[in-house]
């Protein structure tokens, strides 16, 4: 699962987090090529958007930890930086083009361990360690096809890998026991969306990503290795795996309220109940319920002057509420997200924070 929530959709660059991790409704980067290229002809005639994040979030059942035999008397935290987009579009006569790398999950965990001592001497010792990124190749093609609608479709290539190894040191035996499991993952989609000005004020916006398989090359090694016993025994299986991902569709408006501000609210329906997983071969059981994740934002200007060019300073605020997939416990997330920067010319900065919380599971998650 990656860090945090399971509704993962494209990238969340700093306007659209501070706005309730809101994504295919507001045309402010050329991140939307990856949620609804349609708004890549809302941009200007050029652009390029680097983004990067620094993440924290908070964890208690994870792998074997508080799951198995390792456990913990709070939760764990993992802390992630990453310049996680980079992106360029054009716009020329009504048509967009738009070609994006980004990652979309991260699968790091908390580095977990146990130790046993007698007085001075270290007998015993568990560690638990895990890490894995996805990334996202996308090329992205959209129309103007009359006044005020536009059309979009983009083409996804997602690769990435995924580590994961548990061992065992018994030291007044001299034996390490080891369980390494690596995983290289791709897999390929198709997404596409639709925007409409249905007045001065209110623009509508619909996107689709396609289900889709993503297929991981496994590696599994368990070791049992005693070098006073003269032993080293290996067990090495290799499969490919299966994760079938779900189907979503997503519905957003853009309302201006007034001169430089306005509303964007956005439902993402996430079809979870088809999601399936063949680990090592075996179908695995996934009990998961489709989601409806809901954000809102506001955003205001600000104009000022600066060496006689004008500029404007934006005011963000949202919400988003994120349910999770599992049916046992209830869990949801609730974030809270501010944003500013500074727009001068042709060279906007921003920057976006959101904060907030699981409830359900009575764990207190925080991300």
Known sequence: APVRTWNKL???????????NTLFTLAS??????????????????????SSSYSSASLFKYSIVNTGVLGTKENQSVGLYAIDFL????????WAFAFNYGILEHYDRPVTGSRFSEGESLVYQMNFRQKGELKSINLALARKISKGVSLGFGINYVTGNSEKSISEELYW????????????????????????????????????????ERKADSK????????????DIRIEASANSIYKQPMVLGLGINYKLA????????????????????????DMKRKFNNTV????????????????????IPFRFGICYDPQPMKEPNSYYLIFSFGTGLHWENFFLDLGIH???ENGSGDELTA
Not at 11 to 19: H, N
Not at 194 to 199: I, T, W
Not at 259 to 273: A, D, G
């Open 173 to 212: 035996l001299d034996i390490t026991i080891s369980d390494e499991k690596n995983y290289d993952i791709d897999g390929f989609y198709l997404n596409g969306g639709l925007a409409a000005d249905l007045s001065e004020r209110l623009t509508l916006s619909a996107m689709f990503r396609t289900s889709y």
């Open 293 to 312: 994740r809901i954000g809102a934002g506001l955003e205001n200007f600000s104009s000022f002057k600066m060496f006689n060019q004008e500029g404007k």
């Open 259 to 282: 001169h430089n501000f306005l509303m964007v609210s956005e439902l993402s329906f996430f079809n979870w109940s088809k999601y399936e997983v063949n680990f090592f071969g075996e």
């Open 87 to 94: 992106g360029a579009s054009m716009t020329h006569k009504g």
């Open 29 to 50: 980067d050329c991140s939307v090529a990856l949620t609804n290229p349609a708004l890549l002809t809302r941009l200007s005639s050029f652009t390029f958007t680097i």
């Open 220 to 231: 599994s090694l368990l070791r049992f290795h005693s070098p006073q016993g003269n032993t």
């Open 355 to 357: 904060t907030g919380g």
């Open 10 to 20: 494209g990238i969340s660059t700093a306007s659209s987090l501070s706005m309730g």
